[in-house]
């Protein structure tokens, strides 16, 4: 009998098999990590001039258990609890500061994303890069600014990351954290952190760079664009699309009609994947892999998280669309009450004592940020010309190497970097 020849390795990274009764056939698996899989749908109902939406389906089931996770340490596990409080803490301080009027602009919240937005980006190394959305106000705390810093931003004060020039989340750091400021056409991070990605790869690195993309942002061509390019060049982009089930009002149901946004994966020839986003072990696990993948220069991953936006598109918004059903059954799925009650009551790495004392330290933490950036100054008008414009003060310096070819003489790349990038 003649052996069966080895299967040719696979072109793309996703998991294309031929079925073997079927040979017109081909199937593709997207792994699913969530312990449970709701099943619901929200119908828009017209009534006169007025639309409402109106939830099908069974949502009385219990939240299912936090999945181990097979990286974390426990140091690890309370840290990452630690950043999710903080998370959710400063953001209650800021709705508390908008509504004494003094925020400057709109405040956005992750309230239920908070698993997602801290777990995601605690898999990042120190040196490797995020872009962050509205709504990872957690991932940007985890890679290492403070809450002091995001509430002076929200107030436009003067010792604020922007120094009171924008008073919302756009925000970075190219220097120290390795932080894209965010930019608000949704989509647009997803090719700028490709490019991050690639300039590591000139400079001899294979990197992890992140970002996340909404369920309405995903369908943006942009999203396209960016994620094909990571794939083809097999750069190491980390893309989470946080599936909240909202798009402003729009609900996924009227945004998309495949079954699972990690489908669109196969299209790009990535892996995709699916876990629940309210669970912070199964997030950092996929973090983690993804990221792993990227530092050997397979290419990007797509991860969906799902979960819901508990609050309104931003502070504006009451949400008075969203069925009330959904906000009972999420607030049971509520990320860090499930987290807390695991290393409590599961694990039992936490006393309620140690826990206690956890929360009280994060509340004093938060109440010296707040208070400082409440009476820290406004920006001196005069300022106003300062690190507005860059007209070559800014230097750019080399992150990891010189960029250049593979058999390309260091000396002659670094001369012909200097000369591109205007260095004195
Ligand atoms: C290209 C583009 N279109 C529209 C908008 C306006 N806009 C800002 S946020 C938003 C909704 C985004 O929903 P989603 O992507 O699901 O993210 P979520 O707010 O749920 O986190 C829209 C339409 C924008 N910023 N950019
Ligand atoms: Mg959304």
Same mark, same amino acid.
């Given at each position: 009998?003649?052996?069966?020849?080895?299967?040719?390795?696979?072109?793309?990274?996703?998991?294309?098999?031929?079925?073997?009764?079927?040979?017109?056939?081909?199937?593709?698996?997207?792994?699913?990590?969530?312990?449970?899989?709701?099943?619901?749908?929200?119908?828009?109902?017209?009534?006169?001039?007025?639309?409402?939406?109106?939830? @099908?389906?069974?949502?009385?089931?219990?939240?299912?258990?936090?999945?181990?996770?097979?990286?974390?340490?426990?140091?690890?596990?309370?840290?990452?609890?630690?950043?999710?409080?903080?998370?959710?803490?400063?953001?209650?301080?800021?709705?508390?500061?908008?509504?004494?009027?003094?925020?400057?602009?709109?405040?956005?919240?992750?309230?239920?994303?908070?698993?997602?937005?801290?777990?995601?980006?605690?898999?990042?190394?120190?040196?490797?890069?995020?872009?962050?959305?509205?709504?990872?106000?957690?991932?940007?705390?985890?890679?290492?600014?403070?809450?002091?810093?995001?509430?002076?931003?929200?107030?436009?004060?003067?010792?604020?990351?922007?120094?009171?020039?924008?008073?919302?989340?756009?925000?970075?750091?190219? @220097?120290?954290?390795?932080?894209?400021?965010?930019?608000?056409?949704?989509?647009?991070?997803?090719? #700028?952190?490709?490019?991050?990605?690639?300039?590591?790869?000139?400079?001899?690195?294979?990197?992890?760079?992140?970002?996340?993309?909404?369920?309405?942002?995903?369908?943006?061509?942009?999203?396209?664009?960016?994620?094909?390019?990571?794939?083809?060049?097999?750069?190491?982009?980390?893309?989470?699309?946080?599936?909240?089930?909202?798009?402003?009002?729009?609900?996924?149901?009227?945004?998309?009609?495949?079954?699972?946004?990690?489908?669109?994966?196969?299209?790009?020839?990535?892996?995709?994947?699916?876990?629940?986003?309210?669970?912070?072990?199964? #997030?950092?696990?996929?973090?983690?892999?993804?990221?792993?993948?990227?530092?050997?220069?397979?290419?990007?991953?797509?991860?969906?998280?799902?979960?819901?936006?508990?609050?309104?598109?931003?502070?504006?918004?009451?949400?008075?669309?969203?069925?009330?059903?959904?906000?009972?059954?999420?607030?049971?799925?509520?990320?860090?009450?499930?987290?807390?009650?695991?290393?409590?009551?599961?694990?039992?790495?936490?006393?309620?004592?140690?826990?206690?004392?956890?929360?009280?330290?994060?509340?004093?933490?938060?109440?010296?940020?707040?208070?400082?950036? #409440?009476?820290?100054?406004?920006?001196?008008?005069?300022?106003?010309?300062?690190?507005?414009?860059?007209?070559?003060?800014?230097?750019?310096?080399?992150?990891?190497? #010189?960029?250049?070819?593979?058999?390309?003489?260091?000396?002659?790349?670094?001369?012909?970097?200097?000369?591109?990038?205007?260095?004195?």
């Amino acid at each position: 009998m003649s052996k069966k020849p080895a299967p040719k390795p696979s072109r793309s990274g996703a998991t294309g098999l031929q079925n073997p009764t079927n040979p017109q056939q081909r199937t593709y698996s997207i792994p699913d990590w969530r312990a449970e899989r709701p099943d619901f749908r929200i119908e828009q109902v017209r009534e006169g001039e007025q639309v409402r939406y109106v939830v @099908h389906g069974d949502l009385s089931a219990p939240a299912p258990p936090v999945r181990e996770s097979k990286y974390l340490t426990r140091e690890q596990h309370i840290e990452l609890y630690r950043w999710m409080l903080l998370n959710r803490r400063m953001e209650t301080a800021l709705e508390n500061l908008y509504k004494q009027g003094k925020v400057v602009g709109g405040v956005y919240f992750g309230l239920g994303q908070e698993a997602c937005s801290c777990a995601s980006a605690m898999a990042l190394r120190k040196d490797e890069w995020l872009g962050p959305m509205i709504r990872n106000q957690g991932a940007m705390l985890v890679k290492g600014f403070s809450a002091r810093d995001i509430m002076m931003q929200y107030m436009a004060k003067a010792g604020s990351p922007t120094f009171g020039k924008d008073a919302s989340s756009h925000f970075g750091d190219i @220097h120290e954290r390795h932080v894209v400021s965010p930019i608000s056409t949704l989509g647009d991070l997803i090719p #700028v952190l490709t490019g991050v990605a690639l300039g590591a790869r000139l400079q001899g690195r294979n990197i992890a760079v992140m970002t996340w993309i909404g369920d309405g942002g995903q369908s943006t061509g942009v999203t396209y664009e960016g994620l094909n390019f990571a794939a083809v060049q097999k750069l190491g982009l980390v893309l989470f699309v946080e599936n909240n089930i909202w798009a402003y009002s729009t609900p996924t149901d009227q945004q998309f009609l495949c079954k699972d946004l990690a489908e669109r994966a196969i299209a790009y020839g990535i892996p995709g994947l699916i876990v629940d986003g309210t669970d912070a072990c199964q #997030v950092f696990d996929a973090a983690h892999e993804a990221c792993e993948r990227a530092r050997r220069g397979e290419g990007p991953t797509l991860i969906e998280a799902k979960m819901m936006r508990m609050k309104g598109h931003a502070i504006h918004d009451a949400a008075q669309y969203v069925p009330r059903p959904l906000f009972d059954y999420w607030t049971r799925r509520d990320p860090i009450a499930r987290f807390e009650n695991y290393l409590v009551n599961v694990k039992k790495w936490l006393t309620a004592d140690d826990n206690a004392k956890l929360i009280a330290d994060v509340e004093r933490q938060l109440e010296e940020d707040r208070d400082f950036a #409440v009476n820290s100054p406004m920006p001196d008008p005069a300022s106003t010309p300062l690190e507005t414009w860059c007209d070559g003060c800014h230097e750019i310096k080399l992150t990891y190497d #010189v960029p250049r070819y593979p058999n390309e003489n260091k000396d002659a790349a670094l001369k012909k970097h200097e000369a591109a990038v205007h260095l004195k």
